[in-house]
């Protein structure tokens, strides 16, 4: 009687890293073909071809994308075997190895290489499996430690190890490949500057998003705006080394947007969107107020109602402060609208009272610095002594201090200006809330309400 032979169902598995297409020529097409021929010598009917493209058999599980597909495969029993060209497309890591393989047995699924032989069924076997598997591991941590050493000495020449591809926005990589090095990008910096400086202003990445793919008719996703704001090479920093390439921003920048980014990390986890969440601070202890759900009873119909509004939190959980007195969101931005002009044309005129009188007092930065200059030479050539020396040069510093704060003072009125002219209720009742708070974000600083229940708006 003859026997029926029977059919092996074979799943195949590719895996190239980058380096080694670069140094061997290695390929997922040509290992595709040496083992699509093998198994039909073997007579193995293909279920499917799982390939990883890129990847490091030392690479972590979930990077291995394809991997990861063929291990869920196996759990659904969809192959009896998996064909791979050597141990080393398979893996480089023991104790990955072992995981897996706990996978197969469970489902009754063997493997073989097309070009390297292991019997696993005999102690001499998966002996020489173990060691085969400790030299490719020994090999590739010595191929990883290698290439770590040479990153970091690039790194610390402030050479480039990436091209121009894995750069973020505004950066690209330039010369030759013994010297190459980030620079800005020419065709992009002026996107970066207006990204940051939109951030800066209504503190809104999404808002952000949108407005430069808007401007700039991009499609940058929100994901990818996240990875630009916590990216520290905007500061010329990478991994640790100081002016590596030209930096956008500077660290305190840095710092300032990661926190805005925290706080709009937690309040996004609110039911609602409080449009004046962050503006609002208390005028006794100068804690931010908190937004929360006020709930209100109207004596002639007897019925509760929630609105939003906002209170110290200092006053109710802490008890820390005694202001108690809770603002309705509803009230504020009534009066913000049929107010908001005239707190504008106070402020400008305060402004440009303040501003004539400087005009009239302005220090000349110049003269000071040639003091500052004389005075050093002075006490070089011995005509005073170091005391005196000490006490000119630090009064004419602060001095210098003084005039260059008051130069770097300057308020920009024209937003204010043009806001004057603009019919602010039919533009607003057009907004969400999230952009009714980029509105008022745009001009205020904070608002506070004194004890006689007045609102102080502290423009930008």
């Not at 500061?235 to 921003?249: D, F, L, V």
């Not at 804690?287 to 019925?303: D, E, I, Q, S």
Request: net charge positive.
């Amino acid at each position: 009687m003859e026997t029926i032979k029977k059919i092996i169902n074979a799943a195949i598995y590719i895996r190239v890293s980058t380096e080694e297409q670069v140094r061997h020529g290695y390929s997922l097409n040509s290992q595709k073909e040496r083992l699509i021929d093998y198994c039909k010598q073997k007579s193995y009917k293909i279920t499917e071809i799982y390939a990883d493209e890129g990847k490091s058999a030392r690479s972590k599980l979930n990077s291995r994308k394809e991997l990861l597909r063929l291990i869920n495969d196996a759990k659904l029993k969809k192959f009896d075997r998996i064909v791979f060209w050597r141990l080393d497309r398979w893996f480089r890591n023991i104790s990955d190895y072992y995981k897996i393989q706990e996978i197969l047995e469970k489902n009754h699924i063997d493997w073989e290489c097309s070009d390297e032989e292991y019997n696993t069924t005999t102690s001499n076997g998966r002996l020489h499996l173990n060691i085969k598997l400790s030299i490719a591991q020994n090999e590739s941590d010595q191929t990883s430690d290698r290439i770590k050493f040479n990153f970091d000495n690039m790194v610390k020449n402030k050479r480039a190890i990436q091209g121009s591809h894995c750069m973020p926005l505004g950066y690209k990589v330039v010369g030759e490949e013994k010297n190459k090095h980030v620079v800005k990008d020419e065709d992009t910096k002026d996107i970066v500057n207006d990204m940051f400086e939109h951030f800066k202003i209504f503190n809104s990445m999404r808002q952000t998003m949108l407005y430069i793919n808007n401007k700039y008719n991009l499609s940058i996703n929100y994901y990818s705006i996240c990875h630009y704001f916590k990216n520290e090479l905007y500061t010329g920093i990478y991994r640790g080394i100081e002016n590596y390439c030209e930096p956008y921003i500077t660290k305190d920048e840095f710092l300032e947007n990661q926190k805005r980014i925290k706080r709009n990390a937690k309040s996004n986890h609110a039911k609602y969107d409080y449009i004046f969440r962050g503006l609002l601070k208390c005028s006794e202890c100068g804690h931010n107020l908190a937004g929360f759900t006020h709930a209100t009873t109207k004596p002639k119909y007897n019925k509760k109602y929630k609105s939003p509004a906002y209170r110290c939190n200092k006053a109710y959980n802490s008890k820390l402060c005694t202001n108690r007195s809770p603002i309705l969101e509803s009230s504020l931005e009534k009066y913000l609208l049929a107010n908001f002009k005239e707190h504008i044309k106070d402020m400008i005129i305060k402004y440009s009272s303040i501003e004539t009188k400087q005009k009239l007092k302005k220090i000349d930065t110049n003269k000071i610095e040639s003091k500052i200059n004389r005075v050093t030479e002075l006490y070089i050539e011995g005509k005073i002594n170091k005391e005196k020396f000490d006490e000119n040069y630090k009064l004419f510093s602060q001095e210098l201090e003084n005039a260059k704060k008051m130069e770097n003072n300057k308020k920009d009125l024209s937003i204010y200006n043009e806001l004057l002219e603009t019919d602010i209720n039919e533009l607003y009742e057009k907004l969400d809330n999230e952009s009714k708070r980029a509105f008022w974000l745009k001009y205020i600083d904070y608002i506070e309400r004194s004890k006689d229940l007045q609102y102080i708006i502290h423009f930008k």
